[in-house]
């Protein structure tokens, strides 16, 4: 429906310029950006997601997502005096792609005055993803090793600067894409396991937080288009993702067709998650007994993909 000549449906004053469908309410630019915050602040107190004297990480990739994350926590957080903000940003290591998303990552942490921590994958692993492909002889997807090494880089960087917990950008549409990835790949635990809020009961990793995880992606996007945010004009050359990207596809459609289904689904799977959760036995984390970092086995992911063997405890010459 357009919002040409009408009202916003919350001040009553100001034109329209979205139509909220899953509402049912027109909003003006101001009212649209106030209900996003809104959100946030909600979704963040109901989890429970952060404490006034939290040291908060967040993760910048440089991307919409995490960009927006960064100013609406910023905003947030203004008046809480004991609530510190530091951007962590990875830089994997990918030509053509990183250069300018942490460039502009750290444009925007020096227009919010927020600290700003860049690890790259050179340094934590010792080569960039494109030079770790280059080398490796059995292939996973570039995105299998790229996320448990940007997981592990990111854990380092929020403990390097005494962070207590990590804030990560992933909004609506990316929590139930995923909760749908683990069950159509039939991977129960996983599904049990993934939440907006991840933290250990035994408090000796920190807590990560997803604060935008009910709000829709297009409605990220918008609130990052009103403030004006820089977005990262290239895509990353080794984007394989084709089931997640499919699945972004339909959820998409069902939602222009059926207007809040998304956020319908994305509730059902929290309720089915909390039903079965009782079914699955508990994570058993542990410390990687090389390098720290949580692993259910002997050593973390990460710490395999590099060569380092449970066996021998250290890498193959
Ligand atoms: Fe890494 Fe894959 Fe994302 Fe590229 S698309 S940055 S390889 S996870
Ligand atoms: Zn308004
Ligand atoms: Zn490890």
Same mark, same amino acid.
């Given at each position: 429906m357009s919002t040409v000549n009408k009202l916003c449906n919350l001040c009553n004053h100001n034109p #329209?310029?979205?139509r909220r469908e899953y509402? /049912? @309410?027109n =909003?003006? +630019?101001k009212c649209f950006k106030e209900s996003v915050e809104r959100k946030v602040r909600r979704t963040?107190? !109901?989890?429970k997601m952060l404490a006034p004297h939290d040291h908060v990480a967040v993760a910048v990739s440089g991307g919409k997502d995490s960009l927006t994350l960064l100013i609406i926590l910023k905003k947030l957080t203004a008046r809480f005096l004991r609530t510190r903000l530091t951007a962590v940003t990875v830089d994997e290591g990918i030509a053509g792609y990183r250069e300018e998303a942490v460039e502009i990552a750290s444009d925007y942490c020096q227009k =919010?005055? $927020?600290d700003h921590e860049i690890l790259s994958f050179k340094e934590v692993y010792g080569y960039g993803l494109d030079d770790f492909l !280059?080398? +490796?002889r059995e292939r996973m997807t570039a995105c299998s090793y790229c996320g448990v090494f940007r997981r592990k880089a990111i854990n380092l960087g929020a403990r390097k600067v005494g962070a207590t917990k990590i #804030?990560? /950008?992933h909004n609506l549409d990316d929590v139930l894409q995923t909760y749908l990835l683990n069950l159509f790949q039939g991977d129960v635990e996983r599904f049990v396991r993934f939440n907006p809020v991840l933290s250990d009961p035994r408090g000796r990793f920190l807590t990560r937080v997803k604060p935008l995880c009910e709000v829709p992606e297009r409605e990220v996007a918008l609130y990052g288009y009103l403030e004006g945010l820089r977005f990262q004009t290239a895509s990353c050359p080794y984007m394989t993702e084709a089931l997640r990207n499919e699945l972004r596809t339909i959820l998409n459609r069902l939602e222009i067709a059926h207007p809040g289904v998304l956020f319908s689904s994305y509730k059902a799977m929290l309720k089915l998650r909390n039903l079965a959760e009782p079914g699955v036995p508990p994570s058993n984390l542990q410390s990687c007994e090389n390098c720290g970092e949580p692993t259910s086995g002997k050593v973390c992911e990460a710490c395999k993909m @590099? /060569? $380092?063997t449970p066996e021998r405890l250290e890498v193959p010459a």
């Open positions: #329209a310029f979205y509402e /049912g @309410v =909003l003006c +630019k963040i107190s !109901r989890w =919010l005055e $927020v !280059r080398q +490796k #804030a990560t /950008g @590099v /060569g $380092v």
